[in-house]
């Protein structure tokens, strides 16, 4: 059978646990390692390049938007359409990578958002308001595809590495979310040479990202992590009945019965949601005050750096103290950011920015923690199910909570958005305390049977 060939069976076994010298076992420890460096490294190229191609275009699509459209408040349709697009694709993606392998669910992925940035470019070109949003919603793919990516660094990485691959990938965002914002500048000239509109010049960067995020994994994510998962967890002599697609029903039935899953889809959302509501409307608060765009920007890249730059950490810690407390310990952080940034006055201040810095780093802390915890507490046959509404639902509460963020900012201000913030993070910890209560259960049952 070929390397990327699909296995006849699924289990929920974990791999790489068979010694080399058993006959009949095709994937040996030793082998199983070789795999998961290359394919972390693989990952870890492809999410740079990935990363690329989400971030150069964000500086300039509200922009975009507003100058095709001729309203200002149509401005931020673009960005919603890509939130959007991104929960959606994340669940078909996932419908793929569950009948074919992560091989050919994260390469589309990457495909469909390079035919987004082509798109958006189009539409400059054309001034068509109704291209763009179809652009900016197959973008989004691409965000799918990096979030996936997470995910695929766990699929033959021992359990007390676990936490440490997945935020590899994950800090492997920061070399395109730094990298993207500074070429937007240089986009301009090529966009001049290239005879289209000046605002489509990043999306040009970004459609080569890509187009380069793609090939990399076609060509080196090979064999495919998540069948020899698959096949490893059959030479152990686990169960092989097939459950190819995606099917909310599982899903369902995973959620219901397995808490750590139930945990981490709650964790990943409320974070998320979090992180958004209050990091969409933090611009304009600074801008109300009188902050000049530089500054903003200085701002908002502390943010970034928060985010992406320090997963490992989150990751390491992840794997040394457990999940749960590197989430609760994320929500600490989180309540801390809200209430610098709550108190802040309008403008530039020491507190904002520190605010925001804080918000990027404890929403890392949860995203990393509860990713982890999700993917291994979910069955190897319903994984990518999983996943795949994991990060749908992560998706759409975002996009909900971005929503009424505005609401709230136009009606209360941006102190009482932090408080709004303030009540989903209790729901972090709600579901931390549910996972953890789970986990002691699990221990005082394996007492007792030993």
Known sequence: MDDDQAPTGLSAGIPGRVSGGLSGVRWPDERVHQVQRRTLWTLVAAQGLGGLGITIGVAVAAILAEEISGRADLAGLAQT????????????????MGKRGRRPGLTLGYLLGASGAALAILAGVIDSFATLLVGAALLGSTTAANNQSRYAATDLAQPLKRASALSLVVWATTIGAVAGPNLTGPAGGVAARLRIPELTGPFFFGMLGMLASALVIWVFLRPDPLLVAREA????????????????????????TRP??????????????????VMVMTPLHMHHGGAALEIIGIVVSGHVLGMFAFAPVSGWASDRFGRVVVVNAGAVVLLVSLLLSGSAPSGASWQIAWGLFLLGLG??????????????SA???????????????????????GVVA????????FGALNVFAALLVTGIVLAAELARR???????????AG
């Open 379 to 401: 069955p190897l046959d319903a994984r990518t199910d999983v996943q795949g509404a994991a990060d749908l639902i992560m998706g759409l509460v975002a996009a909900a909570a």
């Open 233 to 256: 967890a059959v030479d152990q002599g686990a169960s092989t009945s097939v459950l190819h697609g995606t099917k909310w029903s599982r899903v369902r039935d995973v959620i219901r």
């Open 363 to 376: 929403w890392s802390m949860c995203t990393v923690a509860a990713s982890t915890l999700l993917s291994e």
């Open 81 to 96: 359409m890509q939130v959007l697009g991104a929960a959606v694709a994340s669940f078909l993606l996932a419908h793929l």
């Open 260 to 277: 750590g899953v139930a945990a981490g889809i709650t964790t990943l959302a409320l974070a998320h949601a979090v992180m958004i509501a």
């Open 438 to 448: 789970n986990a002691d259960r699990s221990d005082e049952q394996r007492r007792v």
């Open 406 to 413: 505005g609401i709230v900012m136009a009606g209360l201000g």
